[in-house]
């Protein structure tokens, strides 16, 4: 049996109606709303559970091929003022602010550069005051540096999990969840000191 508060379950959808039969008769600690298209009413149902919810950067969802953020300005800047309207939007929905988690959209209508310029930006993402989530697993940004395949990215998954990390990011959402336990356990037993 497990206790209370041992497991955090997150529902990944879009649709109203499922959020409201899985709220009711399940403990949601988190809704990721991959499209940011849930209207105010099923905002502020979700608010009033006291449930978390992610949001995510993206210009469409599924991908559409070769669809990218403008050149005119820094992709930082995308995303700054995606982070204000989005959040302003769900604290008037009623969510505090360390509810509502941040996904700046790895992949989503980005190009390979301004993958890799929001991966090396997290610091500056995370200042923005919201906890954060990067999706950045196996991606095809990761081609521009390594020849792999997609399944067979998990080596380069975790060197930018580990720099992630060190850039003060909350949640890295990976395909391999065992060898990332394996890598950050003998990170933190490396990094103890002896006293």
């Not at 899985?22 to 009413?41: F, R």
Request: charged content about 30%; aromatic content about 10%.
């Amino acid at each position: 049996e497990m206790k209370a508060g041992k497991v955090q379950v997150s529902l990944d959808t879009f649709n109203s109606d499922i959020i409201r039969r899985m709220l009711e008769y399940y403990p949601i600690s988190w809704i990721n709303d991959v499209k940011g298209a849930l209207d105010e009413k099923i905002l502020v149902e979700i608010a009033k559970r006291d449930c978390k919810i992610v949001v995510m950067h993206s210009l469409s969802v599924p991908v559409q091929k070769g669809r990218y953020l403008s050149d005119d300005k820094p992709v930082e800047d995308y995303i700054d003022e995606w982070v204000k309207h989005t959040t302003n939007r769900l604290k008037k929905c009623g969510f505090k602010q360390d509810s509502i988690i941040i996904d700046p959209g790895i992949g989503f209508g980005k190009s390979t550069y301004q993958n890799l310029v929001l991966i090396r930006q997290a610091k500056r993402i995370k200042s923005l005051g919201y906890p954060v989530l990067f999706g950045h697993s196996r991606k095809s940004y990761i081609s521009a540096f390594s020849k792999t395949l997609a399944p067979e990215r998990d080596l380069e998954t975790i060197a930018i999990s580990d720099c992630l990390y060190e850039s003060g990011i909350d949640y890295l959402r990976v395909h391999n969840v065992k060898d990332h336990q394996r890598f950050f356990v003998t990170k933190q037993l490396m990094e103890r000191r002896a006293y």
